[in-house]
């Protein structure tokens, strides 16, 4: 397990083969690689999905075969576990799915879940995730989670005391909505990324963008005279 801690926070991950079944890709390799373990821990954690069966077993199956053992942790309609804290503390990874970054975080702090992530992230857990499971460590972003048109949230666990926006390049929202967050001071500084990009941060700074697909790639939003200033990052290709 890594000591430092480490988020990589992401808009991919995983892909899909010519059979639709789910794999690993490029993005979930980096954070299995982060931990340093010969055979890494992961523990899938599907809330924002209401903890969607299929999600669970296709992420097992997504890791058929590999060095690492694959557990999960739902909330959904009681904890799977007989103790959060100590299932969360045993792992080298925590993978969070996509989905309602609304609903995850609500339903994080009803099982003191937001606390327990902090801690897993004090002790060098490595912390990743896609889409809401981007989102969820920062102070907040646009979500769909509720309904087609974005809207903004503010309410983040702020482990990282940036905004961040997902699905950049891919569903037209995003970017402005990031953008007039940015502008008004309702989010921070804010870092956003392509789908197939993910931001790598150790401690609370960015300390890299990775891409597992080409043209994917990494943005930091600041605010400049009333308005949101856009720098494309440099990114590393794996």
């Not at 390799?29 to 296709?58: H, I, N």
């Not at 905004?163 to 929202?173: A, I, L, R």
């Amino acid at each position: 397990m890594t000591r430092t801690p480490t988020i990589l926070a992401t808009s991919g991950g995983f892909s899909y083969d010519a059979r639709e079944n789910l794999r690993p890709a490029g993005l979930a390799r980096l954070a299995l690689r982060l931990t340093e373990a010969e055979r890494p821990k992961l523990c899938f954690v599907p809330t924002a999905s209401g903890d969607s069966t299929l999600y669970v077993q296709r992420t097992y199956a997504a890791f058929a075969g590999w060095s690492v053992d694959v557990s999960h942790l739902s909330l959904f309609p009681m904890p799977n576990v007989e103790d959060i804290r100590a299932h969360v503390l045993a792992q080298d990874v925590l993978w969070v799915g996509g989905g309602s970054v609304a609903g995850l975080l609500a339903m994080w702090r009803l099982h003191g879940l937001d606390d327990v992530m902090r801690e897993a992230w004090d002790a060098g857990v490595v912390l990743a995730g896609v889409s809401a499971g981007s989102i969820c460590w920062h102070v907040g972003g646009p979500t769909d989670s509720f309904g087609p048109r974005l809207r903004a949230v503010t309410d983040g666990l702020a482990l990282l005391p940036y905004g961040n926006g997902v699905h950049y390049d891919s569903e037209e929202q995003r970017r402005p909505l990031l953008h007039r967050m940015v502008a008004s001071g309702e989010l921070p500084t804010s870092l956003a990324t392509d789908d197939g990009a993910g931001v790598l941060y150790r401690g609370t700074e960015p300390a890299g963008v990775f891409t597992e697909r080409d043209g994917a790639g990494g943005y930091l939003v600041e605010a400049s005279g009333g308005e949101a200033k856009e720098t494309a990052l440099p990114a590393e290709r794996l």
